[in-house]
C-alpha cells in the first residue's frame, strides 16, 4: 500500500504520532484484506506552507493507546496534499490536523 487512494481513512488505526517543526509523522494500520493483517504504515507530511493542530480535549496519556483516524479530506496538487485529517483520542473528544501544501510519503514502518 503507497497510494491515498488504497487506504480507508475511516476507523483507521492510529498506533502513535509525532510532531515536530517540520514534519508530522502518523503510525497507521490498515487492514490488508490479501494478507488478512494489519499493515503497519507512517504516513508522513512534511515541507509543509502551513499546519495547526486543533485538541479539542483534554489530554490523558491513556487516550492515546486508543486513537483513529475518523476523517481525512484532502486535494492534491501535483507533488503536495492540503486538507484535514480528523482523530478520535480514545474516549477524549477529537482532534483535527488541517495542512497546506505538505510533501508527504507513505512507506512501511521498520
Known amino acids: 500500500m503507497c497510494n491515498l487512494t488504497d487506504i480507508v481513512w ?4 492510529l498506533d502513535g504520532i509525532s510532531i515536530k517543526t517540520d514534519s508530522l509523522d502518523l503510525m497507521i494500520s490498515p487492514y490488508n ?11 508522513k507530511l512534511y515541507s509543509f506552507a502551513s499546519m495547526t493542530l486543533s485538541l479539542d480535549a483534554q489530554l490523558d496519556i491513556s487516550n492515546l ?10 486535494s492534491q496538487n501535483k507533488n503536495t496534499l492540503s486538507g484535514t485529517i ?25
Do not use: C, R
Open 86 to 110: 480528523g482523530i478520535l483520542p480514545g474516549n477524549a473528544g477529537f482532534w483535527s490536523v488541517s495542512f497546506k501544501d505538505a510533501q508527504w510519503s507513505i512507506h512501511a514502518s521498520t
Open 65 to 74: 493507546k486508543d486513537m483513529e483516524i475518523s476523517s481525512f479530506e484532502y
Open 33 to 43: 484484506e490479501s494478507t488478512k493483517q494489519y499493515d503497519e504504515l507512517i504516513f
Open 10 to 13: 475511516h476507523d483507521l488505526p
